[in-house]
Structure formats: C-alpha cells, structure tokens
C-alpha cells in the first residue's frame, strides 16, 4: 500500500527528510543515504546541517535537480542529483579536495525502507533491491562496493565504524533493514549511484542501469535578473521538507533550526507560500494550507505551532491577505482566495475585538487567556504579535494584566491590520461578498485616517510607536514608514519619511535598513531586532515606496538589498534570516540562520524591477534597456519569461513570444489573453513601439488607446503599435479575432 498517495509524480522523488542528502520516495518510503566516515577523525556523519557542514547548491522544487557540498575533516566532496524520469533518480559524488588518505576517508550509501523491510544486494549484478508490495524499488551504482555491511539504523551504521573504524569485516551482509554500500576515495575518487521504481524487479534493474548515464545538469543563465530568480528557486527547493506528524508537504522557515519535528510561524508561512508561489502554485496552495491549519476557535491564527508548544493565545500582523491577493493575481486561480478567505475575515475580526482594549480603533500587542503556552500573559509573548520580537520600540511598552495588551500602540501592527482590511476588501469584491467588502473598506479607510493622526509624531515629523495614554515611543524601526504600505500617509508626511529613509544617521547606509536606527543605543546590540537587517521588513518597505510612486527610492533600496544578499550568497551560498547593518555579514553572531525562507525577498526585489506582480498594479513589465533575462515563472497566461536584448522587452508565454516594447519605461495591469491584450503605460520616457506576436495574419478588430482608435501596423511576426513619451497612464485595448 502507497503510503502517502497524494504526492505528484514529479515530486515523489525528493530531498523530503531533514537530512538534504537523503533521497526519499515518498509513496513507498524508500531511502538512499549518503554518509561519511573520516578514519582521521573517527567520526561518521549523516550529512545533517543542524550538526555537520553542508554548502547547499542549487534545488529546483520538484527535486530534478539537486547540489550541495559537504565537509568532514577538510575532505570536501561535491555531490549532485538529477532525475532523467520521474521514478528514477542519479546522484555523482566528487572528492574536491582530500585532507586525508583516501583509504582512510569513506563514502557510504545506505538503503532502507521505512516500514523496516530489508534491502538485498546482488554482488553478481551490482543491484540492491527492496520490493514494496508489488512495486521494486532498485539501485545501481557506477563501481561496485568495496563492501556491503547491514545495520539495524543509521545509527548503527555509524556505530559500527565509530567502534570499529573502517578496517573490519564483521558487519558484512547481502540483506538488511539498513544495506550499507561502502566506497572508499583512494579507488573511488568519484562515483555514481542511481536509483528506480517500476512494477517489476527486472524493470527496475534497467531504469537504474539506465539512469546511471543520464546527462549532467546546465550551468545557471548569468544575468543578474537570472541569478536572482535561481536563487529564490533553491531556497524553497531545500526547505520544502515533509511534515511527518501531519503528513504534508510544507516549505519551512528553515530546514536547520531544531524546535520539534515541525514549526510554523503564521507569517513566514504565508512568505514562503509566496515565494514558491513564483514556480508552483501548488506548492504555494500548499503553504497557504498549512499556514491557515493554526487557525483557532477564537478566530486568531496561533503565531507559532509546532510539535512541542503552540502560540495560540498571541497572533502575528496579518499578512496572509496581502499574499493571497499576490497569488491570485499571479496565477489566475480565484480558489486561491476562496481557499483563504473564511479563516482571514474571522482573522480580522479578532484583532478589532481582542486588541482595541479601550475602542479606539488602533490596535495593541497582546496574550489572551487561552492556552498554556510559553510566555503567556508577559510583555515578551504579546511582543510576539509584531514578529519582532526584541525590538527596542517595545522597551518602553509596559504589560497591562487588566487588559493583557501592552500600553502601547504599535505601528507596524496597525498599519499591517489597515492593509489586510484593505486586502479582505479586495477579495470579497472579486468573491461576490459585497456587504463584507464594504465592512473591510470603511475598516481599512478609518485605520488609515487614525494611522495619520494619532501615530504620526509632528515633533520628529516621523510615524511611531505611541503609549495609549502619553508620548511617543523613543526607539524607531523600518515600520516608520509601514504607512506608505498602507496608504495612510500624507503627501506632507511622505516627504518628511523619505528624508528619514535618506538620512545616514537613522536608516541610509550601505547596507539598509537596520531595525534600530544607527543613533539608537540599541544599534550597538547587533541581536536580533536591535539593529540588524531583517529581509521582510526590507521587502514590506520597498512595497509601500512602490505602491506611494516612490519609485527612486524603491530601486535604491531593492539594488542594496540584493547587493546585501549576493555578499553572502555568492561565496558561502548563505541566505541568512538577518544581516549585519554594518558589514552585511549573515553569520558574525550565532541569532541568525543560515538558510532562512524569507531571505528570499531581497532577489525577489530585484527580479520585480523587471517583471513583478504588484498587488495595486498587476502583472508588471520595466524595460529600462540592459541585457537581462528571467523566467520562467508562474502568471495567469502560462509559464512566462521576459528577456531584455537591443533595448527591446520581450515577454513569451509558453516559450512563444507574446509581446515586445521597444520604449523605456512600464506596462502595468498586463493581461495577454489569445484574442484580447490590455495593458496602462507608466513612466514612459521615450518614443518607441508595443509589438504584439502573432502566428496569423488577421487584423485586430479594434486597437485602442485610451478609448481612441490607434494603428495596427503590420509586421513579420504579427503587429505594432507606436507610443510617444506623452502617453503617460495610457490605457492599451487591443482585440483580435478569436
């Protein structure tokens, strides 16, 4: 019996395990190990990154292609899997640098099965096979084994060399729970293995003989849009783990940390259904799921659920919409936001009924009483509902018993639950609930009119933090400007915040923005939210400069921050939950991860200067003339990639050209329907052509812009239109016969 059904064909396959070495096939719970033993050391690892050193390469999603190096002893060897079918995988190891002999120095491949049932190796045709009902499940490898010892676990097989070195012969067996394949880099300075499943035992044998030549994998494209793209590929590749407690795929905030056999923080969850969102909507339906499972009864998603505590009495700013809104937009798929809709409306309810303490209408960091959680009915864990935990803004906040909220108002939380009344409001309209969109509306336009009055500190002409009863809060964060997020600045207000966001002493720099300003004592910290970068808030910033036409300053901080993240990515493959302000370095202090989902948000930024899904704008496309390519990636057309070549701006939807410009500037709201192309022109600063490909020769029946009739000309590859640098905010309507 298949033990997990559901998973695709295409992904069944995979680096599910919290071991990225290990190859899993998730229906029949086959394993294949990598381990290594060093005689110098006497030690012997399972290549887990929470211990052992690891460099994780490239992960495309579905596991067809997977890289990463590994360190034991100064040995490094380089390790790479493709998969030529889906039911077959093939994985080469290459010693890149030796600090021992290479007789001393051993890699194994262990087989096993998770239901316990034995591996048997035949020595004569160099096959291991596991039968699993019906199916077979078969691995060859390019050299035969020096030796095949057998083991009860893992553990026992590094057991055995731990007590025993490499230098014995007791453990020797053809049939084992745990089959131990056993090369050696003296006469197996490389090698290959490979592994398939089929209906028979000879068909198996075959694909896996077969797979063991199957074809290395291409270099990644070089341009920086590419290189970005990539990047954000292989951080929800290798987080995208199995939940084994809830049987479910989820990508996780970090495949490292040790807090249980799962965790979900609410908001990054709804980050990393986000980014996978980019590739696979399935996979970003997926995370959704899994972030809306903490859910409660009272109406809150729990901040943080795992196997050993949940959160439940606190929440986190409700992003979720924002992102779901994001998703949809990308992919077309309304069930998207049906899917979400229920538990975020209840979601935003709460958080006016449970933390308006006094009905004002802004909103205070709390804990209610639910639950037996950590931390609950304390300052730390209502801190928690902002996500940022030791943030100096909360070093003022005193805990309220009576009220079980802080004194505080905070910003960043009002402004994110101003947005998601925004949001909600969005798509109930799309989802045909008219009544609640018009509740979330007058929510979200009030928030916003309080936003601008009572958090907006005319002394410092800065947003901030504020006690409900007294003065604004000291200490600053990014937040300040969270109100260009959510619309609730003035134009006046705007203008004092970009010169706050320019100011070297607060948040300007090199490396921006820093979550304490450069001014504040808590700078200085470097821990956690006291003065390091956090890429979320960098990514929440850059929208609101986005969405308030602050376009300079949003290129600015998108290039710095993707110059943060290369810093580290380029040469240690690092992509860190938070950076130092100072030197941009990722790991100068132990409170930070190495391989964290959202750090994917900083490339993300610098792909959308090119082609992004803005949540007030739609599918958008920039043509500012350098040579560039990206994609492809999910949009509601089919998988689409834009290249940038003689100044021209192609996009092409299932590898076809659909539409090219040759102006300097922006198409937003694109939609590239077969019979009808609409797009509104922004920042147009020069003279050029919208060339739209068609494979026939038919006329459009009618080419407007801005509702006026405008030329069809016809060219080779289907038909142009010409645009001036005056036709700012023009809307294009173009109709084809079907």
Known sequence: MLKHPNVSTARAWNSW???PGEMVFLPLGIRVTPLLYSSRLR????????????????????GSLIEFEADLAGTTLAFATTKPQPFAFRTTWTAQKTAEWGLRFWVNIAISAEDGTEARFDPTQNITLLQSGDRFTAIATQHPPVQVTGHATLDAL??????????TRDSRATSAPVLALRFNLEMMRSGTYAAAVADSAALAIAAAKAALFAQQPAADPT?????????????????????????????????IWNLGTYAVWHNDQTYAALLAGIFDTELARENLATALSAATPQGNFACIATSRDTWVDRSQPPLGSLIAWQLYQRSGERSILEQCYPAMARNQRW????????????????????GEALYKGTAFGARNETGMDNSATHDEAIYQPETRSLSTWDLGLNCVVALDAEMLALIATTLGHNDDAAEFDTLAKNHRGLIQTHLWDETRQIFANRQRHGAFVKSLSPTSFYPLLCNAATQEQATHLLRHLANPATFAGKYPLPNATRDDPAFADNVYWRGRIWPNINYLVWLGLRRSGHYAEASLLAEQSLNLFLQNWRTNRIAAENYNATTGEAMDQGDTDPFYIWAGLLPLMAVSAL??????????????????HCGPMVSPFGPLSVTVKNATLTATINTQPALSFT???????????PSRTTATLHRVTSAGQIILHRTTAEAPLIAHLNGKVIRAIPIASGFAFDITSADQAAKLDVIFPN
């Open 611 to 628: 082609v992004d899904i803005d949540p007030w704008h739609g599918l958008t496309l920039t043509n500012n003339a350098q040579p560039t």
């Open 17 to 19: 395990s919290d071991r």
């Open 351 to 370: 958080w006016r009924e449970m933390r308006d303490p006094e009905g004002t209408g802004l909103i205070s960091c709390g804990s209610s009483d639910v």
């Open 158 to 167: 590094c057991d055995d060399y731990t007590e025993n070195g490499y230098f």
């Open 43 to 62: 030690q012997c690892i399972k290549l887990e990154p929470r211990t052992d050193t690891l460099r994780l390469g490239r992960h495309n999603i579905e």
């Open 663 to 673: 102006f300097l500037g922006t198409l937003t709201q694109l939609h590239l329907h």
């Open 223 to 255: 341009t920086p849009h590419a290189e970005s793209l990539s990047a954000i590929h292989d951080i929800v590749g290798w987080n995208t783990i199995w939940d084994v407690p809830n049987n479910r795929p989820y990508t996780a905030v970090t495949r």
